[in-house]
């Protein structure tokens, strides 16, 4: 067992993405294209193939959410109130094409997301850019899957009836990464 610490530095950028509906509209929207995971379905799976047949059913979109939290509860008694959900949306069954190489992946997968009403009364949906995470792992197989949910976010958010970030959508041969 090595004694030694790694250390790792890495970029990342924020999402922070207007969506054109109310609060709770967007959250009936999210939750809708963003099933909650049938974790005891996928627990009685007999193998991986069927585990992977049983995402594509529960996430017909390419995520599923694993984890809400309704923030304005837990912050009730705050000095201000907004509303906002928290969710962990991914999907297992592209995780593990990560997984497999480091396990470590698993801090960034699921993906943290943040729906809430800003100052201004819109809605937004904030996320960490998949690509910049996982391409910090040092593996091109691993950055190869970050920008397929690069991929997959921007659809999400075009279903949500928002304006992908250009960041998620590169056109061919345009660099993704921070300068």
Request: charged share 20%.
């Given at each position: 067992?090595?004694?030694?610490?790694?250390?790792?530095?890495?970029?990342?950028?924020?999402?922070?993405?207007?969506?054109?509906?109310?609060?709770?509209?967007?959250?009936?929207?999210?939750?809708?294209?963003?099933?909650?995971?049938?974790?005891?379905?996928?627990?009685?799976?007999?193998?991986?193939?069927?585990?992977?047949?049983?995402?594509?059913?529960?996430?017909?979109?390419?995520?599923?959410?694993?984890?809400?939290?309704?923030?304005?509860?837990?912050?009730?008694?705050?000095?201000?109130?907004?509303?906002?959900?928290?969710?962990?949306?991914?999907?297992?069954?592209?995780?593990?094409?990560m997984y497999r190489h480091d396990p470590s992946?698993?801090l960034h997968a699921p993906l943290r997301t943040?729906?809430?009403?800003?100052?201004?009364?819109?809605?937004?949906?904030?996320?960490?850019?998949?690509?910049?995470?996982?391409?910090?792992?040092?593996?091109?197989?691993?950055?190869e899957v970050g920008e397929e949910l690069d991929?997959?976010?921007?659809?999400?958010?075009?279903?949500?009836?928002?304006?992908?970030?250009?960041?998620?959508?590169?056109?061919?041969?345009?660099?993704?990464?921070?300068?």
């Open positions: 067992m090595s004694t030694l610490n790694t250390v790792i530095d890495h970029p990342d950028r924020r999402l922070v993405v207007a969506l054109p509906h109310t609060y709770e509209r967007a959250r009936e929207n999210y939750e809708a294209l963003v099933p909650q995971a049938d974790l005891a379905a996928f627990h009685r799976s007999a193998s991986w193939g069927e585990t992977l047949e049983l995402a594509g059913r529960n996430a017909p979109h390419g995520f599923m959410r694993y984890y809400t939290s309704d923030i304005a509860a837990v912050m009730a008694g705050s000095a201000r109130s907004w509303s906002a959900t928290q969710y962990l949306m991914g999907n297992h069954t592209i995780a593990e094409r992946v698993m943040l729906l809430y009403t800003d100052p201004g009364g819109g809605t937004r949906l904030a996320v960490d850019q998949p690509s910049l995470l996982f391409a910090s792992y040092g593996d091109a197989r691993v950055a991929a997959l976010l921007a659809r999400l958010l075009a279903l949500l009836d928002a304006d992908p970030p250009r960041e998620l959508t590169p056109r061919a041969g345009e660099d993704r990464r921070l300068t």
